[in-house]
């Protein structure tokens, strides 16, 4: 805020002013209905900066078929749209790129709430102005009033019609200049029904629709009051820049100032009625003391209900901080309760007020008539601290009485008042008020001659004691006022401090069970019991509860599904059932209500605590929508995976058993037709084929439920101690294309601790792999080498290799790699299996391509390597 006392300007405001300076300079055009001619206003003012030798570039204009607003555009440079293919059609979007590397001093850009087409570097065209804008860009763009996102839901309650395209209130809060287009609701219809908007068939459908003309009005006293709040902000953000002393009454504002008497819920319900009255906002502004009590949360929970925001703050000189907190925020009226509570010895707050705030206008709210005839319950008073002083005193008395002929009598005088202010920061300002009263009766009666006597003999004793009670009471209040507000602050820091490690517990939190559990555990340590209920099926359900066991009687229950049901705190404290020795907050998600946090408490907490168990059940909302929204996008990245498994499998099925069925079949029926006339040879290679597409078909079908069996987890896997020398060879008698496979097995790495039909089935896997992808003739290696307390074992070959794009896909199912220019024939399970058997018997797969053994100019070729136990 600016500060009031030097006439200096507010450092924040002159921060914003720089960092605005930095980048391009943003008008909006706000329209308050479409069809009120924004467009063609700013292509109009466009032109006029044209002339003035601006170079102006229209980056995108929308004209809708509107030959005015083509003509319009006139002789304005335009940029190429950028064209972009979406399903089956094609799309013209802004060419955010060109606009930058084109850099005009003004560029023009419609439309600012559309969204982008996929795939372009933002999905909205907000986020583009916004690249150019950092760019050192000026832009003009334009967007009606309906498309600004905190409106969103109170357009759609008006005019039945929600608007689906948004622009972040930040946004327009960001820009230099608005220039509000507005038209009285008549004359735009009268547009409308001439064609100058819509189509004919569309205007006909519109003015029976969002055009009607009490939804004109409305939306123009909306784009009014909107456009009126943004002045107001530039009239404050100036007054700050230039240490300008306010208010300026440019436009009302309310505040509420809410403290702990009866009058607190009197001055929210005035303060609101008021700005109802004035259409104003308000705000209901507090300044915690420790002796904060449930009357004051109760008042902070109906200034939100009734509409308005609430601030707190915490400061030693009440006057001054409302005066200062009210100037910075432009406030015109204030709204405070007639209350009987004294600030300082012989002065109110509402009368220091009033002698202080007289820029301001005043509104004084009466105590409520009950509440002198109400019973009070009897003041708790701590005796203790006052024992203590006694005591001490009494001490310090004896004391000083066996030492009177070393000490002083003003000395003593000094004790005393170091007692005072020890007292006064140790228990507070009662205890010190009272050891600075009694020590001044004790050093005059004790310590000052005549002795045992009220009477002062010496007038330089009279002043003495006159100053040390002065000082004594002095320092008393002080003193307290000190500790009470080191309490407050201390409050402040814990609170902070809870919730900074709720914060860090929440963020390390993974399922659902872990957050609810994380939320009842930090409850349970504030107020000593905590619960978390979710709403399920219209009803609560408990879901953790810190200690175990933890339940909720029926009022209790009650007072949780109020608060459900109406989004409001309710228990202990509050103006709903406060009789209930709980205090409930709601899980607000999403503007709806996902559950409740329940707090034990007998008393009722004081604010701090209550405001740090609030924050506390909004990060536990924001950490169930987080999870949430976690377990559905993994459940639509399942989906996803699944059907793309489903569409790789019924692929590979219509493909891999149609093409061996087919030739079975053609085969057979030649053998059926014509096995007569056929001679020996061709019969025989008829059955050859057959014979063949039967084992390929066997193999596919194998390598379907080796599959499956991994996926299910059914695998039996036996680790035993293997000689890599037997199994290999046996994989190479299974593929009669490896038969001159080289083997070489290192001496140290002649055993693993592997499943022998498993480790087979891997090394078949990969020699067929092998053989089908490397030309006739060329070697494949099967060697061995010790690593540690790891055997790698490596099956290469110098076939085509694989891409280097596609060597972390080629272990998934159902992919075949396109090898040179073709796909192989296959499921593309092979690999998949191996790598599934492997990391089932705790072993690494991978695969490098190309090989750098192998000649440049050769084919690349492929090294699969397998890492597996030692045995």
């Not at 003193?479 to 814990?494: I, K, L, M, N, S």
């Not at 409740?596 to 924001?622: F, K, S, Y």
Request: contains cysteine; glycine residues 8%; hydrophobic residues 45%.
């Amino acid at each position: 805020m600016a500060n009031q006392n030097d006439g200096r300007p507010d450092p924040d405001a002159l921060l914003a002013n720089a960092q605005q300076s930095e980048r391009g300079h943003l008008k909006i055009f706000l329209g308050a209905a479409p069809g009120v001619g924004k467009t063609w206003e700013m292509l109009t003012a466009a032109h006029a900066k044209r002339q003035k030798g601006v170079a102006v570039v229209a980056g995108l204009i929308e004209t809708h078929g509107r030959a005015g607003t083509q003509e319009a555009i006139g002789e304005l440079e335009q940029l190429p749209r950028l064209t972009v293919p979406y399903r089956g059609q094609t799309l013209e979007e802004f060419d955010l790129e060109a606009a930058l590397k084109r850099h005009p001093a003004l560029l023009l850009v419609d439309e600012l709430a559309h969204t982008n087409a996929p795939g372009l570097r933002h999905a909205k065209r907000w986020e583009d102005v916004l690249d150019v804008l950092e760019a050192g860009i000026d832009v003009w763009t334009t967007v009606n009033v309906q498309h600004l996102e905190s409106l969103n839901d109170q357009i759609a309650r008006i005019t039945g019609v929600r608007v689906a395209e948004t622009v972040p209130d930040t946004v327009l809060d960001m820009a230099d200049e608005i220039e509000l287009i507005d038209l009285p609701p008549g004359e735009l219809r009268t547009r409308l029904q001439e064609g100058h908007i819509y189509r004919p068939d569309i205007a006909t459908r519109a003015l029976e629709g969002f055009f009607r003309e009490g939804n004109l009005g409305a939306l123009r006293e909306i784009a009014l009051r909107r456009a009126a709040q943004r002045i107001d902000k530039d009239v404050t953000h100036y007054m700050r820049l230039s240490a300008i002393p306010g208010p300026w009454p440019v436009a009302e504002k309310v505040l509420a100032l809410i403290g702990a008497d009866d009058a607190a819920s009197n001055v929210v319900r005035h303060a609101a009625r008021l700005a109802e009255a004035l259409r104003a906002p308000f705000t209901g502004f507090h300044i915690e003391r420790t002796d904060d009590n449930a009357k004051i949360q109760a008042a902070l929970d109906l200034t939100v209900q009734l509409g308005g925001s609430v601030v707190t703050q915490s400061a030693p000189d009440m006057v001054g901080a409302v005066l200062d907190y009210a100037t910075a925020q432009n406030i015109t009226h204030i709204v405070v309760g007639r209350t009987t509570r004294k600030r300082w010895p012989g002065r109110r707050f509402s009368e220091a007020l009033t002698r202080q705030a007289l820029a301001f206008t005043l509104h004084f709210v009466p105590v409520p008539a009950a509440s002198p005839q109400r019973p009070a319950a009897p003041p708790q008073h701590h005796w203790s601290p006052y024992l203590w002083a006694a005591i001490l005193l009494a001490a310090i008395t004896i004391s000083g009485t066996a030492l009177k002929n070393v000490l002083p009598q003003e000395a003593m005088g000094l004790i005393f008042t170091g007692l005072i202010a020890a007292m006064a920061s140790r228990a507070g300002r009662g205890p010190g008020l009272f050891t600075a009263i009694t020590g001044f009766f004790l050093w005059n009666f004790c310590f000052l001659p005549p002795l045992y006597t009220f009477s002062v003999g010496d007038p330089r004793d009279v002043v003495a004691l006159a100053v040390f009670l002065l000082v004594g009471i002095i320092t008393g209040t002080l003193a307290g006022r000190v500790r009470q507000e080191a309490a407050t602050a201390a409050a402040r820091v814990e609170a902070l401090r809870r919730i900074s490690l709720f914060g860090q517990r929440l963020s390390r939190a993974v399922t659902l069970s872990d957050i609810l559990t994380t939320a009842a555990e930090e409850t349970a340590a504030i107020t000593g019991a905590g619960i978390v209920l979710l709403a399920q099926n219209g009803a609560l359900t408990p879901e953790a509860s810190r200690p175990a066991g933890t339940a909720l009687d029926e009022a209790a229950h009650a007072a949780a599904e109020w608060c459900l049901t109406h989004d409001m705190e309710t228990g202990t404290g509050t103006g709903t059932l406060p009789s209930v020795p709980w205090r409930f907050f709601p899980l607000r998600s999403h503007g709806m209500v996902a559950g409740v946090l329940g707090a034990r408490a007998a008393a009722p907490p004081p604010t701090p605590t209550a405001q740090t168990l609030a924050t506390l059940a909004d990060q536990t909302a924001l950490a169930l929508e987080r999870a949430r929204l976690a377990m559905q996008t993994a459940r639509t990245e399942a989906h996803e995976d699944s059907q793309k498994l489903r569409n790789a499998l019924l692929s590979s099925l219509s493909h891999d058993l149609r093409t061996p069925l087919t030739a079975i079949r053609g085969a057979a029926e030649t053998l059926a037709v014509s096995g007569e006339a056929l001679d020996a040879a061709t019969r025989a290679d008829l059955l050859a084929a057959i014979t063949q597409d039967a084992a390929r078909m066997g193999k596919f079908l194998a390598n379907i439920t080796d599959i499956a069996r991994v996926e299910s987890g059914v695998l039996d896997i036996k680790r035993e101690r293997l000689a890599l020398e037997a199994v290999a060879e046996a994989a190479i008698a299974r593929i009669p294309g490896a038969l001159y496979t080289a083997l070489n097995i290192a001496p140290e790495a002649t055993h693993v601790r592997a499943d022998p039909t498993l480790l087979e089935q891997v090394l078949v896997n990969l020699l067929e792999n092998a053989v089908k992808y490397a030309p006739p003739g060329s070697s494949i290696s099967i060697s061995a080498q010790r690593e540690g307390n790891n055997v790698r074992i490596s099956v290469a070959d110098e076939g085509v290799g694989i891409a280097p794009a596609e060597l972390q896909s080629v272990f998934d199912s159902f992919f075949r790699a396109s090898r040179g220019d073709r796909v192989a024939p296959g499921t593309g399970l092979g690999l998949a299996i191996a790598k599934a058997f492997i990391e089932a018997m705790d072993g690494h797969i991978s695969a490098q391509s190309p090989r750098l053994d192998l000649p440049a100019d050769g084919l690349p070729g492929t090294i699969i390597t397998l890492e597996l136990p030692a045995a």
